[in-house]
């Protein structure tokens, strides 16, 4: 099984607006974390937002939101005002803790494009 | 300067010579990774290490090596290149999980074309 989902492998969205991207986990873990990093097309990683599991108030990081839900297991980004830059692959990513070490798994990403 | 820097950034190769890919960081973190990204996968971590004398196999560590050659420095060798092992290769870091965040820091990148 999949320990992290993205379902939407392409997005649009037009500027000015807002925009959700998805994502679900998958952990038997009471302590994890939760991440969103943007890659440009210039091929780099950049962090944007982490959550963790006992943060009991949505992370918020400039136009960035997560939108986390406990109980079904989703931790969806919420990007505000959408510029033309933001225009990237966007990976959901979990660190959890299995067998005394901590591993950070991603998803498949989704591909946003911001429509002028 | 970048803080997590990679070298080469480009490199194309041939079926069987051996490659290395080299990893370094000025964050002063303990612990080091490398993924490879392929379309469609997204990262998938091949080897990572929580400290020099600590290396751990990840998801797909089948045709690689590590080396841990100090705090700074991480490479990744694939003894006998093939054609699948084309793919973006990541090195990242992070601190340990007195963190609050523990976010990883990405170098940027090496494309690796196996001919």
């Known amino acids: 099984a999949q320990k992290i989902t993205q379902t939407q492998p392409g997005m649009f969205v037009q500027e000015k607006e807002a925009v959700t991207l998805d994502c679900t986990y998958d952990t038997s873990d009471q302590s994890y974390g939760l991440f969103w990093y943007k890659q440009p097309s210039s091929g780099e990683m950049i962090f944007l937002i982490y959550q963790g599991s006992y943060d009991e108030q949505n992370a918020t990081e400039g136009r960035y939101s997560l939108n986390f839900q406990k109980a079904r297991k989703s931790a969806n980004l919420v990007i505000s005002a959408s510029q033309l830059g933001d225009s990237a692959m966007y990976f959901c990513a979990m660190r959890e803790r299995t067998s005394g070490t901590y591993k950070y798994i991603f998803g498949t990403g989704t591909r946003l494009k911001v429509l002028a | 300067d970048a803080d997590v820097t990679q070298t080469p950034r480009n490199r194309i190769t041939k079926t069987g010579k051996r490659i290395m890919l080299e990893c370094s960081q000025t964050k002063g973190h303990d612990r080091m990774y490398w993924y490879r990204q392929d379309p469609g996968l997204g990262l998938r971590l091949i080897y990572y290490s929580f400290d020099v004398k600590d290396i751990n196999k990840g998801e797909i560590s089948d045709g690689y090596s590590v080396s841990r050659q100090a705090q700074a420095k991480f490479s990744l060798s694939l003894e006998s290149a093939i054609p699948n092992q084309t793919a973006l290769y990541f090195c990242?870091?992070?601190?340990?999980?007195?963190?609050?965040?523990?976010?990883?820091?990405f170098g940027p990148g090496t494309r690796l074309t196996v001919l």
């Open positions: 990242a870091t992070s601190v340990g999980p007195s963190s609050p965040y523990n976010e990883q820091f």
